[in-house]
Structure formats: structure tokens, C-alpha cells
């Protein structure tokens, strides 16, 4: 009887706890997803971060990237390093124990009391788009508002220059996108009050400085992509690694040598890649490029069309060489080799021609031991 009461209570006691942990738990989940970010809030998205905040200051960041974490530098900033710590770091302390609980078992984060994460109700960026018009990809560039509460860790910033003279005045819009990295949170999105703008502004100096002395077609080909095992870097690349201001170390940022008039410097962007999706002429420059391209198409026309009649004569001429050969010379032993030169000569100057020049292939003349020479038969222009 008494194992029996024991069991009971046991039991009872056991599912009293489980509903009071559940209870517990989906109270805080509520919690977590309401608009203000209060005592807890989710895990930021993965590979995006967010800013907590005490009154408006930003105190700490959230983050959920993979492969990265947050460390405090010697000027007291919070920047991403690889992560190699994540996996054998255990809680220590009744703190770390309850926020590694929460983050692990409820996917939310515990931020005590009086802090909230930041929200941006009327956050505005760019967005590359790509059209078709006239059977051609268009790339145009968008501006986006939205309510946001976290960022992405790795966010393509796309760049528009237009008006930009490169060699012999010829004047250029040019349409890139760029990979960029916050390793600086705080110092990327609170610093400046337009980074976007900063950036687009030092990455059009740089690119302008670097064409100036550079022809259509060489910027047409640009690339600003970094050095791979399999392939040299882009040429745009050398002048961004410099822009960067911030070097790797064996894989890991050199914050401590960083160049503060750098990118990293001011917005704590790193870019890690750029991409010239379109380049096209502007002005009195996009007539004359149009028009010698359409020139050099009809010359490429009338080469194919010229090539094209010469074969085709030289079907015929083939066949009425052997006709000829098969029953006026072999049989008479006379006309001799003329004959395929009054040939040529018959269908070179024939009225739908349009070729001048015949050249015909090296062959022998008089003596085996002689030179080999070419046979021109030119027609006067009629």
C-alpha cells in the first residue's frame, strides 16, 4: 500500500513539474516573440546578428553566425573572429548556465532586466534587380524600406557610378555589386549616419581613379574577385584589398594593425568580393561605340558573304575542270592545264560576282626544281 502511495505521488509530482517547466517555457517563448524585445527575444536568424540595448545604447550583440563569433578587441570594440571556441566553451555560473538552458533548449536569449534589442521601424537599403528589355538583361537598383530587427553578417551592397570618363573622354554608367562582411556591428550600422552612402562614395573614388586611363572594352572585362588556388586575382581586387584597410592573419583579422581611413576603419565593412554586372556608354560616346560596332558587323557580313561565293565557285569551277579534262584533254592530249585558268577567269568575272581578286593556292610552274609561286587572276572593277 505504501509503494503504492509512493508511486502515485511520484508520478504526480513528476507531471506537476513537467507542466510547470512547459508552462514555464511557452510563457517565456510568448515572451520572446512579441513586437518589444523584452527579458527575452529568439535567436537572431542564422548568419544575422542583432543589437541589445539599455535605453537606446547599445550594450552587446546577439548573433547567430555560423563559423564566427564576437570578441572584445583592446580598444573595447566587439568584433567577429572565426570561431573555434564555440563547441568546447561549457556555462560557468548560475548566469551562463540559465542563458546556455534557454538558448539550447527554447531557442531565445535572456536579456535580464531594462534591456531590449533595437528595433529599426524604417530601415532603407539597396537592392540590385535585373530586368529584360528588348531581349537584354537590365540591372537597375531598388530602395527597399522595411521594419528590421536583425542584419545579415555577409549583405551584397550594389553600386550604381554614372557619368565616369575613362581613356580617349569616352564617358560610362556602371552598374557593381560588393560583397561585404560587418566585422564591426556597432561601428557598421551606428557610426555613420549613412553607411551605405559612405561606402558607395569610397568605392566610386577608388574605381573612377583606377579606369581613368583604361579603354571600353578593358573595363567591360573588369573583375574585382580575390585570388582563389585556381585563379589570379581580379584586377579591381588589388585596389579593394588596399580599400579594405584590414589584413588576415593566418586566417584571422588583423584588427590591432587596421588602417583607420580604411573601409574597415570608418564602417567596419570588409569587402571579400565585387562583381561588374553591366557597363554600357553614355552620351556621344554610346553613338560612336554603337555605330563602329554596327560597322564592324556589316564588314563581318561582307567577309562571310565574299568567303561564302568564293567556296561556292570553287565547287563549280571543280566540276567543270574535270568535265573539261575528261573529254576535250585526255582525249586529245591538247587544251593542257590553261584551261582551268580560262575558267577561273570565266567565273571571277562573271556578272553576279563580286570578287576582284582571285588567289589561288602555291602550285609549280615550268621545272619541278623552280619556286613555287601563287596564281593572282585580278579583274578590273566594273
Given at each position: 500500500?505504501?509503494?503504492?502511495?509512493?508511486?502515485?505521488?511520484?508520478?504526480?509530482?513528476?507531471?506537476?513539474?513537467?507542466?510547470?517547466?512547459?508552462?514555464?517555457?511557452?510563457?517565456?517563448?510568448?515572451?520572446?516573440?512579441?513586437?518589444?524585445?523584452?527579458?527575452?527575444?529568439?535567436?537572431?536568424?542564422?548568419?544575422?546578428?542583432?543589437?541589445?540595448?539599455?535605453?537606446g545604447k547599445v550594450v552587446?550583440?546577439?548573433?547567430?553566425?555560423?563559423?564566427?563569433?564576437?570578441?572584445?578587441?583592446?580598444?573595447?570594440?566587439?568584433?567577429?573572429?572565426?570561431?573555434?571556441?564555440?563547441?568546447?566553451?561549457?556555462?560557468?555560473?548560475?548566469?551562463?548556465?540559465?542563458?546556455?538552458?534557454?538558448?539550447?533548449?527554447?531557442?531565445?536569449?535572456?536579456?535580464?532586466?531594462?534591456?531590449?534589442?533595437?528595433?529599426?521601424?524604417?530601415?532603407?537599403?539597396?537592392?540590385?534587380?535585373?530586368?529584360?528589355?528588348?531581349?537584354?538583361?537590365?540591372?537597375?537598383?531598388?530602395?527597399?524600406?522595411?521594419?528590421?530587427?536583425?542584419?545579415?553578417?555577409?549583405?551584397?551592397?550594389?553600386?550604381?557610378?554614372?557619368?565616369?570618363?575613362?581613356?580617349?573622354?569616352?564617358?560610362?554608367?556602371?552598374?557593381?555589386?560588393?560583397?561585404?562582411?560587418?566585422?564591426?556591428?556597432?561601428?557598421?550600422?551606428?557610426?555613420?549616419?549613412?553607411?551605405?552612402?559612405?561606402?558607395?562614395?569610397?568605392?566610386?573614388?577608388?574605381?573612377?581613379?583606377?579606369?581613368?586611363?583604361?579603354?571600353?572594352?578593358?573595363?567591360?572585362q573588369m573583375k574585382a574577385?580575390?585570388?582563389?588556388?585556381?585563379?589570379?586575382?581580379?584586377?579591381?581586387?588589388?585596389?579593394?584589398?588596399?580599400?579594405?584597410?584590414?589584413?588576415?592573419?593566418?586566417?584571422?583579422?588583423?584588427?590591432?594593425?587596421?588602417?583607420?581611413?580604411?573601409?574597415?576603419?570608418?564602417?567596419?565593412?570588409?569587402?571579400?568580393?565585387?562583381?561588374?554586372?553591366?557597363?554600357?556608354?553614355?552620351?556621344?560616346?554610346?553613338?560612336?561605340?554603337?555605330?563602329?560596332?554596327?560597322?564592324?558587323?556589316?564588314?563581318?557580313?561582307?567577309?562571310?558573304?565574299?568567303?561564302?561565293?568564293?567556296?561556292?565557285?570553287k565547287v563549280r569551277l571543280?566540276?567543270?575542270?574535270?568535265?573539261?579534262?575528261?573529254?576535250?584533254?585526255?582525249?586529245?592530249?591538247?587544251?593542257?592545264?590553261?584551261?582551268?585558268?580560262?575558267?577561273?577567269?570565266?567565273?571571277?568575272?562573271?556578272?553576279?560576282?563580286?570578287?576582284?581578286?582571285?588567289?589561288?593556292?602555291?602550285?609549280?610552274?615550268?621545272?619541278?626544281?623552280?619556286?613555287?609561286?601563287?596564281?593572282?587572276?585580278?579583274?578590273?572593277?566594273?
Amino acid at each position: 500500500m505504501f509503494l503504492g502511495f509512493f508511486l502515485f505521488y511520484a508520478v504526480l509530482f513528476a507531471v506537476v513539474i513537467a507542466t510547470a517547466t512547459y508552462g514555464v517555457g511557452w510563457a517565456i517563448k510568448k515572451q520572446a516573440n512579441k513586437p518589444q524585445k523584452r527579458f527575452f527575444a529568439p535567436i537572431p536568424r542564422p548568419n544575422r546578428f542583432s543589437f541589445i540595448t539599455l535605453e537606446g545604447k547599445v550594450v552587446d550583440v546577439a548573433e547567430n553566425i555560423e563559423g564566427w563569433e564576437l570578441e572584445t578587441q583592446k580598444d573595447g570594440s566587439r568584433c567577429f573572429v572565426p570561431d573555434k571556441k564555440r563547441v568546447q566553451a561549457q556555462p560557468t555560473g548560475v548566469k551562463e548556465s540559465i542563458e546556455h538552458l534557454l538558448r539550447e533548449k527554447l531557442g531565445v536569449i535572456c536579456l535580464w532586466f531594462f534591456l531590449s534589442i533595437k528595433i529599426f521601424p524604417e530601415w532603407e537599403w539597396l537592392e540590385l534587380q535585373i530586368k529584360e528589355e528588348e531581349g537584354e538583361l537590365k540591372y537597375e537598383v531598388k530602395q527597399r524600406r522595411e521594419s528590421v530587427e536583425d542584419f545579415l553578417f555577409q549583405f551584397p551592397y550594389p553600386v550604381i557610378m554614372d557619368d565616369v570618363e575613362i581613356n580617349e573622354n569616352i564617358r560610362v554608367k556602371v552598374v557593381a555589386q560588393f560583397i561585404v562582411w560587418h566585422l564591426n556591428p556597432i561601428r557598421a550600422f551606428f557610426l555613420n549616419a549613412d553607411s551605405a552612402s559612405l561606402f558607395s562614395a569610397m568605392i566610386q573614388s577608388a574605381f573612377r581613379n583606377f579606369v581613368a586611363d583604361k579603354g571600353f572594352n578593358d573595363v567591360k572585362q573588369m573583375k574585382a574577385t580575390p585570388p582563389t588556388q585556381k585563379e589570379q586575382p581580379g584586377d579591381f581586387w588589388t585596389v579593394l584589398d588596399k580599400l579594405n584597410g584590414l589584413k588576415f592573419m593566418n586566417g584571422i583579422p588583423d584588427y590591432e594593425n587596421a588602417d583607420p581611413s580604411g573601409l574597415f576603419g570608418k564602417l567596419g565593412f570588409y569587402v571579400v568580393r565585387g562583381e561588374i554586372t553591366q557597363v554600357e556608354a553614355v552620351g556621344e560616346a554610346a553613338k560612336a561605340i554603337e555605330a563602329e560596332n554596327i560597322a564592324e558587323l556589316n564588314a563581318k557580313a561582307k567577309i562571310a558573304e565574299a568567303r561564302g561565293e568564293q567556296e561556292a565557285m570553287k565547287v563549280r569551277l571543280n566540276t567543270r575542270a574535270e568535265w573539261v579534262q575528261k573529254t576535250i584533254v585526255d582525249p586529245t592530249g591538247g587544251a593542257g592545264p590553261h584551261v582551268a585558268e580560262v575558267l577561273k577567269a570565266e567565273l571571277v568575272a562573271g556578272g553576279s560576282s563580286k570578287i576582284q581578286t582571285w588567289v589561288e593556292g602555291d602550285r609549280i610552274v615550268g621545272h619541278p626544281a623552280q619556286k613555287r609561286q601563287k596564281t593572282i587572276i585580278s579583274i578590273p572593277t566594273k
